[in-house]
């Protein structure tokens, strides 16, 4: 539409009505919220009202396909019936570094053709921005939320690449790392310049003296690097909080112009066309005095007031929380008013304990309760991210059946970095802390599940049982509701990469070893083409009954144990039927019958589903059911 002088201003006004409109419907949350945060300053409103500025600005500026967009979901959001994208069974995920999977942003959108075929249509890159040279924690230390690292492209390239995703029905995940910014960031200099708008932004000590006394009571995250939570700045002469590494400085949410200056970069983000925001190290954004600082009230309180910002601006952008805490905790940030979408590390880590244990007991027994999300509410399933993996079930879950939460931990961090006797893994350990012997495992989907062990021993049986294993891990993830994610690369079972040590840049992260570049991944000579293709047709067949089945839209799911604590049963019941995927964890075949594979429905005829799509055998229900070692058998009843 050309737009004259007076249908503009037209044009305008009615801009602002929908925007108040928006603000309206939202105010006594963002006013009630505000309050909780920031309610003893006698400037508070001074400061509401210049975050309502920043909502505004961002408002005027989102362009007509996103407003289009948030048009839409926010409709399909109110229909009765319809699932969001999120909760489908057709929505699968994957994840890469954009130069080591692509290169950079533009060779990526040449690779969406490819994750198509793959079957994906959501994916989270890693953070592309501005970020000090070396030292930026795989682009964690963001020196600037709108300007793109220099080889991989240019806010530009990110905007077309989330219109090519959009055209295709596909949706990009991209993180907001809000806990933390570098200390190249312009703030982070000019507080080091001593400039009193930014000296706020971080948390600043002249002394030790409160540097200590936080410290009594703080985890230590990243150890072999750095002793406690603080850094000396000389510039500053001070002590500056960094909960990760030195590089990398907590922002200050006890300023209310650190929440307004993130609100803004926030929203920003979602102006380029993100679909989805994926709130990192979230539990860590708010301290007091005398507590662990993490998941403290304050961070729900904080986390929802970003999201009412979403909620007025920009509706159909999702948040997705990273906690990687107590399974507990982890469940606090999934909700309506929070995050609808949430990583879910519980199924991650105790999968791995299952198959190294060949007994699914603590992992059905801490889902059992866990699972079930709000209605609005998903998971994001995986086995394995950029990250390391970290035991974090409950200690009183383990307790209840009869395992010593401590020495598990031992043994599982033993089993997974390849010392355990007869352990089928070769992981590396990660951030080894000596005062608590506490530590956490790295490696890939591959290495992890065996396949690089019997490779070099060039043993086919412990190869046969690797790669089911392996496959079986991800029918965990894809049978299970959510939004299951993929590292890209795993898909031809890429081995560790331990050339990470030789590169001073990436010598001192042990997570490096399970981010390899897809290129070399896939023509890895260590790995034969056709053990590659084995793990990649798997995949797909996983991937062809997710989408076949109808019951994978079930609202929910289900795990339950036979009396045989090698099988697992994930149940997803829609309406008249239901589907029992029926898992064996061990290395040998196991036979059950099916009245037990039911758990406590009426035990009628069944149906085995062997092919994507098709019905059949018709089964009786006192007729045994075998199920081969590490593998799984679909039954509809
Ligand atoms: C998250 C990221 C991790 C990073 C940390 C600090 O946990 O996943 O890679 O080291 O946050 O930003
Ligand atoms: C996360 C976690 C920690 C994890 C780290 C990144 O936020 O709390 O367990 O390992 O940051 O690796």
Same mark, same amino acid.
């Given at each position: 539409m050309v737009l004259n002088r007076s249908n503009k201003r037209r044009y305008n006004v009615q801009r602002e009505i929908r925007f108040v409109e928006r603000l309206g419907e939202h105010y006594s949350d963002l006013h009630s919220l505000y309050l909780e945060l920031y309610g003893d300053r006698p400037d508070c409103y001074r400061f509401l009202e210049e975050l309502i500025g920043t909502l505004a600005e961002a408002w005027e500026v989102r362009n007509s396909d996103l407003r289009e967009r948030d048009a839409r979901d926010l409709?399909? @959001? %109110?229909? @009765?019936?319809?699932? *969001? +994208?999120?909760q489908r069974r057709t929505t699968i995920g994957a994840m890469c570094y954009i130069d080591r999977f692509a290169g950079d942003l533009r060779s990526l959108e040449h690779k969406l053709d490819y994750l198509e075929s793959v079957g994906i249509n959501y994916l989270h890159v890693m953070p592309p921005f501005k970020c000090p040279n070396g030292r930026n924690d795989g682009g964690y230390a963001v020196s600037s939320y709108r300007e793109i690292r220099d080889d991989l492209g240019t806010m530009d390239d990110l905007e077309r690449l989330s219109h090519s995703m959009h055209e295709r029905g596909m949706r990009l995940a991209l993180d907001f790392v809000f806990n933390h910014t570098s200390d190249e960031h312009e703030w982070a200099r000019s507080a080091k310049r001593k400039d009193p708008r930014y000296l706020n932004h971080y948390y600043i000590f002249p002394n030790r003296r409160l540097p200590d006394r936080?410290? #009594?009571?703080?985890?230590? &995250?990243? *150890?072999?690097?750095?002793?406690?939570?603080? =850094?000396?700045?000389?510039? &500053? !002469?001070?002590? =500056? +909080?960094?909960?990760? !590494?030195?590089?990398? +400085?907590?922002? %200050?949410?006890? %300023? *209310?112009?650190v929440l307004e200056d993130m609100v803004g970069e926030m929203l920003y983000l979602a102006n380029r066309g993100v679909d989805v925001l994926r709130l990192d190290a979230l539990a860590f954004t708010w301290k007091e005095l005398g507590t662990s600082c993490e998941n403290l009230p304050k961070v729900h309180t904080l986390v929802r007031l970003f999201r009412v910002a979403i909620e007025i601006v920009a509706p159909s952008v999702e948040f997705k929380s990273e906690a990687i805490v107590h399974p507990d905790d982890v469940l606090r940030y999934i909700e309506e008013r929070e995050c609808r979408m949430s990583y879910n590390p519980l199924l991650m880590a105790l999968s +791995?304990?299952? =198959? #190294?244990?060949?007994?699914?007991s603590l992992l059905v027994r801490s889902l059992e309760h866990r699972y079930s999300l709000p209605v609005s509410c998903a998971w994001v399933n995986y086995i394995r991210c950029h990250d390391d993996i970290g035991w974090t079930f409950s200690d009183d879950d383990a307790r209840e059946i009869g395992v010593d939460p401590f020495a598990h931990r031992n043994f599982l961090n033993r089993f997974y970095s390849g010392v355990f006797p007869g352990t089928f893994a070769r992981g590396v350990p990660f951030q080894l802390n000596p005062t608590t012997g506490d530590c956490r495992v790295c490696g890939t989907a591959a290495s992890l599940s065996g396949i690089e062990q019997a490779l070099e021993r060039d043993d086919p049986g412990l190869l046969e049982n690797a790669i089911r294993r392996m496959l079986l891990l991800h029918a965990f993830i894809m049978f299970a509701r959510g939004v299951p994610v993929l590292y890209l690369g795993d898909e031809y079972g890429q081995l560790n990469d331990y050339s990470y040590t030789e590169n001073p840049k990436t010598a001192d992260d042990s997570r490096w070893v399970h981010r390899p570049c897809f290129e070399t991944?896939?023509?890895?000579? @260590?790995? *034969?083409?056709? =053990? $590659?293709? $084995? &793990?990649?047709?798997?995949?797909?067949?996983?991937?062809?009954?997710r989408k076949s089945e109808s019951e994978f839209d079930a609202e929910d799911t289900h795990f339950h144990t036979v009396a045989n604590p090698g099988i697992m049963v994930i149940r997803r019941h829609a309406g008249a039927t239901s589907m029992h995927v029926v898992c064996n964890v061990t290395d040998s075949p196991m036979a059950v019958t099916l009245s037990r594979v039911v758990d406590s429905e009426e035990c009628t005829d069944a149906e085995l589903i062997t092919e994507p799509g098709v019905s059949g055998a018709k089964i009786k229900c006192g007729a045994p059911l075998e199920i081969p070692a590490l593998d799984y058998v679909l039954v509809r009843l």
């Open positions: 409709f399909e @959001r %109110n229909q @009765r019936d319809g699932l *969001p +994208w999120f936080y410290e #009594a009571t703080l985890r230590e &995250i990243f *150890p072999e690097e750095k002793r406690g939570s603080f =850094v000396y700045c000389s510039e &500053i !002469h001070g002590w =500056v +909080w960094s909960t990760f !590494h030195r590089y990398q +400085w907590d922002l %200050n949410y006890g %300023n *209310p112009k +791995w304990e299952a =198959v #190294a244990t060949r007994d699914v991944a896939i023509s890895d000579d @260590r790995t *034969p083409s056709e =053990v $590659r293709k $084995r &793990i990649s047709d798997g995949l797909a067949r996983i991937i062809a009954f």
